[in-house]
């Protein structure tokens, strides 16, 4: 597993779209891209997603505050983006199974981003 941790520099996603570019970079190999898990589906994961499915990664598996949602197919991200607006969370998505929150950084994946709050990564 490739743990990524993407930096927030202030900007709404301009933060994002830099590291990530050059994530995508160096990530040659198209498996590594083939399944991502994010802790956080918040300014900067959302933008994260939607960059790594551009890309032609797939997202599996995401977190939120209100809940996380898994679909081993990918979760498509502009339809989750849109119902966590409308929503104030990805609570209820039915673009896949919703999992136990606790139990995501557990799951199998090939690249894991947790952009999350400063802080929850610790010793």
Same mark, same amino acid.
């Given at each position: 597993?490739? @743990?990524? #941790? @993407?930096?927030?520099?202030?900007?709404?996603? %301009?933060?994002?779209?830099?590291?990530? %570019?050059?994530?995508?970079?160096?990530? $040659? !190999?198209?498996?590594?891209? =083939? =399944?991502? +898990?994010?802790?956080?589906?918040?300014?900067?994961?959302?933008?994260?997603?939607? +960059?790594? $499915?551009?890309?032609?990664? *797939?997202? @599996?598996?995401?977190? !939120?505050?209100?809940?996380? @949602?898994?679909?081993?197919?990918?979760?498509?991200?502009? *339809?989750? *983006?849109?119902?966590?607006?409308?929503?104030?969370? #990805?609570?209820?998505?039915? &673009?896949? !199974?919703?999992? !136990?929150? $606790? =139990?995501?950084? $557990?799951?199998? %994946?090939?690249?894991?981003?947790?952009?999350?709050?400063? &802080?929850?990564?610790? *010793?």
């Amino acid at each position: 597993m490739l @743990v990524i #941790i @993407v930096v927030y520099n202030g900007a709404i996603h %301009c933060g994002a779209r830099p590291k990530l %570019c050059f994530f995508i970079y160096i990530c $040659t !190999d198209e498996q590594l891209l =083939s =399944s991502c +898990l994010f802790q956080v589906f918040g300014n900067i994961g959302s933008w994260a997603a939607q +960059l790594i $499915t551009e890309a032609g990664g *797939k997202v @599996v598996s995401i977190r !939120d505050v209100t809940g996380a @949602v898994k679909n081993s197919n990918g979760i498509d991200i502009a *339809k989750l *983006k849109k119902h966590s607006a409308e929503n104030r969370g #990805i609570k209820g998505f039915d &673009g896949g !199974d919703a999992v !136990d929150p $606790t =139990s995501l950084l $557990t799951e199998e %994946c090939d690249v894991l981003i947790p952009a999350a709050l400063g &802080g929850v990564i610790n *010793k």
